[in-house]
């Protein structure tokens, strides 16, 4: 008789929304580092640089605030360069390095 395998399914991902509230992942460490830092989730083992100390700063700021666009306001991220950052925070929710905090600061 043959077992049947059932495959294991990854984490379903999740959209970034810059209008809701994030947080770093809770199985997430980040090491400052000079170029800004390094990111290793625990969970899946997967390793980030975050290459901005701006980014750095917006990443350990994200439980603070309402949305992830209050975030970057608050951390002195322009009009100019908010594409970017939404971008980086993008890559780095389907990478699990963040997640929506269900807590949401109002």
């Not at 009009?79 to 971008?87: R, S």
């Amino acid at each position: 008789m043959t077992a049947a395998v059932t495959p294991v399914e990854p984490p379903a991902e999740v959209a970034f929304d810059p209008a809701r509230p994030w947080r770093r992942a809770r199985s997430v460490a980040l090491r400052p580092e000079p170029f800004g830092a390094l990111v290793y989730h625990f969970g899946n083992r997967k390793l980030s640089f975050l290459k901005s100390k701006t980014l750095v700063a917006v990443v350990e700021a994200l439980a603070d605030h309402s949305s992830a666009n209050a975030t970057l306001a608050a951390c002195g991220v322009t009009e100019a360069q908010h594409p970017a950052y939404v971008k980086a925070l993008a890559d780095l929710a389907r990478s699990q390095m963040i997640e929506p905090n269900p807590e949401g600061t109002p």
